[in-house]
């Protein structure tokens, strides 16, 4: 899953949601003295990520797409966060907009008492407002054109994300059909690990 997933599948505390979204850019590696809520976050990333990468619903998502390929899991990631936007209402109670306004305002509050490497990526997000980038084809269409400016020239060469967009188009109800069924899968494997009473934006 990506960013919009990730922010999503948190308590409802700020430090949980930068927690969750820091452990890509961070690579699982907090600060010392991190809020216990930061530590939760990025274990809950973590959960997110090892279910999602072992569940078969999401495997079949991959083989759609085409038989090998080492770009295939980043874009179900941001196929999935496009079936996320769209499906919004389906699955919180909070409208999309306002959802990531919180959040930005929110986070942008709280970088005046983080390291300086833990708020380039968190600036970003909000600069660019990566939470709203997934809003139509052609913004997905975008994403995987964006993604192939951060590729080394020696993948390239080997495949492209732009590569898939044709194949994502050709399967895209059954991909949403995939994304349906995983993600409330997905919602109850993270309520285990969570505090349910901070999940209260969630309609699952």
Request: hydrophobic share 35%; glycine share 2%.
């Amino acid at each position: 899953m990506n960013w919009l997933a990730h922010i999503f599948l948190s308590e409802q505390k700020i430090d949980f949601q930068i927690g969750n979204f820091l452990a890509d850019p961070l690579k699982g590696r907090l600060w010392e003295n991190a809020s216990i809520d930061m530590i939760n976050g990025m274990q809950t990333h973590k959960i997110i990520d090892s279910y999602t990468d072992s569940h078969e619903i999401v495997s079949c998502s991959k083989r759609r797409l085409r038989e090998k390929g080492l770009l295939k899991p980043v874009i179900i990631d941001l196929t999935y966060d496009y079936f996320l936007t769209k499906n919004w209402n389906e699955f919180c109670k909070t409208p999309i907009n306002e959802f990531s306004e919180v959040f930005y305002h929110q986070a942008n509050q709280r970088t005046a008492f983080l390291p300086s490497h833990a708020n380039i990526p968190i600036y970003n997000m909000i600069d660019r407002d990566l939470l709203n980038k997934y809003h139509n084809l052609d913004q997905l269409k975008t994403s995987f054109e964006r993604m192939d400016k951060r590729l080394s020239h020696r993948l390239k060469q080997r495949e492209t994300a732009i590569s898939y967009f044709d194949s994502v188009l050709e399967n895209i109800d059954e991909l949403e059909n995939d994304f349906l069924n995983f993600f409330p899968q997905l919602c109850d494997k993270v309520k285990i690990n969570i505090d349910k009473e901070k999940v209260k934006h969630w309609k699952l």
